[in-house]
């Protein structure tokens, strides 16, 4: 019996408790993760693609960027950089099944490094129908996905539906509650990337809502064999309109054979890199290259180095952001800062309220 049949024929409830109860603990292996104490600062270790569709989700309050320079820290030239990162961990993503017959490569959330203050996920997703990521909840925190090949179409309880192209970004702040779904809008493999962003505890239960970037609006730039494209942040003089709620910066780099990379973070984020494809040093230009699918923990300093010594191009994800510095307590995709408020989101999402009102009637059409 398919998915569809057993929601035609058991109702909207058994499909969500079927989704609790098997497939919740997909998303984290340690159900009511519990971090009581905040991490340390060191990791020791759209404009909308869809604005006739989502208008009431655009947060008009927003600013038009949220950079380094504005609101978190001057921007320093590569020449201030002194004491540029180290790489205090490396892990090696591991496949696991996650949603309905799909596959991931996951790096942060796993046993190996649960998470990295205020990042909580990552995720290299390569989908093909149909598998996918059926209708499921959030609450308390951002997912933002960067795809790299194919297309995924989403569709939420508030009958929003958009695809995102290769090279897209979708930037989804939860807050007090959606329930969508995310699914392959084609045939083949689909790629990209997903990351969650905690949100702060004044910012847990605020209104849904997106940030949406077709990849021709992706502000970019390139600089001496390096070339970026900057999702959040600010590079070589250019910056991202997204506004980032928790100061973050996400960018997708490609380095050219026999070029290096200096960029400034501050001191105070934690950050990490993915290697999409190809090799590349970080950190110390004697250490050995470090090959895709791997995830780079930076230690503390004041920006990062990369080489490519390859004869080939290093594409990888560098992503920074300030910590919250506060309890995080995870229930698969709802994440708050105590045990109270867990059993509250899942009281809410079972009984369609404080913001799981459309919940209750809803599915997907996929």
């Known amino acids: 019996m398919n998915r569809r049949e057993i929601k035609n024929e058991k109702g909207t409830e058994m499909m969500r408790a079927i989704y609790t109860r098997l497939l919740l603990p997909s998303f984290c292996p340690l159900l009511f993760r519990n971090q009581f104490k905040p991490t340390t600062t060191k990791p020791h270790i759209k404009s909308s693609l869809f604005p006739q569709i989502i208008p009431q989700f655009k947060n008009s309050a927003m600013s038009s960027s949220t950079t380094m320079g504005d609101n978190h820290g001057e921007v320093k030239t590569s020449d201030q950089i002194k004491n540029p990162r180290q790489v205090v961990k490396m892990l090696l993503s591991e496949l696991q099944d996650e949603g309905v017959g799909a596959k991931v490569r996951r790096s942060i959330g796993r046993p190996e490094l649960r998470s990295l203050d205020p990042f909580l996920l990552l995720d290299e997703f390569q989908v093909s129908p149909p598998a996918g990521f059926p209708d499921h909840p959030h609450r308390g925190f951002e997912t933002v996905t960067y795809m790299l090949e194919g297309a995924f179409t989403h569709q939420d309880f ?209």
């Open 158 to 366: 508030a009958g929003h539906k958009g695809t995102i192209q290769p090279g897209d970004v979708q930037w989804m702040t939860a807050g007090r509650g959606i329930v969508h779904s995310e699914m392959p809008a084609g045939p083949g493999v689909q790629k990209g990337l997903q990351l969650w962003i905690n949100l702060s505890s004044k910012d847990k239960m605020i209104e849904p809502r997106y940030q949406e970037l077709q990849s021709k609006d992706i502000t970019e730039a390139e600089k001496d064999g390096v070339f970026v494209r900057i999702i959040a942040g600010e590079a070589f003089g250019a910056r991202s309109p997204v506004y980032t709620r928790t100061p973050t910066l996400y960018m997708d780099f490609t380095i050219q054979p026999g070029s290096h990379l200096q960029l400034p973070i501050p001191e105070n984020w934690n950050s990490f890199a993915y290697i999409i494809e190809g090799e590349g040093i970080f950190g110390n230009e004697n250490s050995a290259p470090i090959k895709s699918h791997h995830c780079i923990v930076f230690g503390s300093g004041d920006g990062i180095e990369v080489w490519n010594k390859s004869g080939s191009a290093l594409r990888f994800a560098l992503v920074g952001g300030q910590p919250l510095n506060e309890p995080v307590v995870q229930h698969g995709p709802f994440v708050m800062n105590t045990r109270a408020e867990i059993r509250q989101a899942m009281e809410d999402y079972y009984m369609g309220r404080n913001g799981f009102e459309r919940a209750q009637h809803w599915q997907s059409e996929q």
